[in-house]
């Protein structure tokens, strides 16, 4: 049987209410830093939406540790969270002048000896959907980390919808919210693409 990936534009602080304490087994959120990354020359070949202006304030992360028995956050430095030993550097394998970060720290809730992931930043191949768009791969390995198939996962700002992906694969539910419709679309867009089962006529 195949996972169940849900997608759903919307607010996620106006969906997360709705949920239960810990329904979800993991949460693998990507939210604004509040950095304006939109006035990095690097982004500029990207449409540029003003999505990064603010990180989101206390009442999303209590509501994000309340419904998820664990989190995973991208950019933890940039947000006020609890100490962990086991947050994860992502080593984007740049070299020493490139104009973005060589690295990416990502906040765990889990006590575990801190980790070191290695892999470009993307394929440059593959068309970005979104400006800070993440490579399949580093979901499903979070994903071989952090979860079990048949674990229930939240995503509250999908953006390319690569997560989806990973989840649908590793054989995890997906719970994946959006709220600008462009990305969102992108991202249906792309997940039927890259997990359409072709039939071969004999």
Same mark, same amino acid.
């Given at each position: 049987?195949?996972? $169940?990936? *849900? +997608? ?8 997360? !209410? +709705?949920?239960? *304490? ?9 939210? !604004?830093?509040? @950095? ?5 020359? +690097?982004? %500029?070949?990207?449409? @540029? ?15 994000? +540790? ?6 995973? @956050? ?7 969270? !609890?100490?962990? %030993? ?6 984007? $394998? %740049? ?41 399949? %791969? ?16 939240? *995503? ?6 690569? @997560? ?11 719970? &994946?919210?959006? $709220? ?6 992108? &991202? ?10 072709? &039939?071969? &006529?004999?």
């Amino acid at each position: 049987m195949n996972p $169940k990936i *849900d +997608f759903l534009r919307a607010d996620c602080l106006e969906v997360m !209410p +709705f949920f239960p *304490d810990n329904y979800f087994n993991l949460a693998i959120v990507d939210p !604004p830093y509040g @950095i304006g990354i939109s006035k990095n020359p +690097f982004r %500029q070949k990207h449409k @540029i939406k003003k999505w990064d202006s603010e990180p989101p304030g206390p009442a999303y992360f209590e509501e994000l +540790f309340r419904i998820s028995k664990n989190q995973i @956050i991208f950019g933890g430095n940039y947000f006020d969270l !609890p100490a962990t %030993q086991g947050f994860i550097i992502w080593d984007k $394998k %740049q070299p020493e002048d490139f104009s973005s970060a060589m690295c990416e720290f990502i906040w765990t809730s889990f006590q575990r000896p801190a980790k070191i992931y290695r892999r470009h930043v993307v394929n440059s191949e593959t068309p970005k959907i979104h400006p800070t768009e993440k490579p399949v %791969q580093i979901y499903r390995w979070l994903l071989s980390k952090f979860a079990e198939p048949g674990d229930r996962v939240l *995503d509250t700002h999908c953006g390319s919808g690569s @997560i989806a992906v990973a989840c649908h694969y590793f054989g995890v539910d997906l719970f &994946a919210i959006e $709220k600008d419709p462009d990305y969102l679309n992108g &991202a249906i867009e792309r997940f039927d693409r890259e997990t359409r089962q072709i &039939a071969l &006529a004999f």
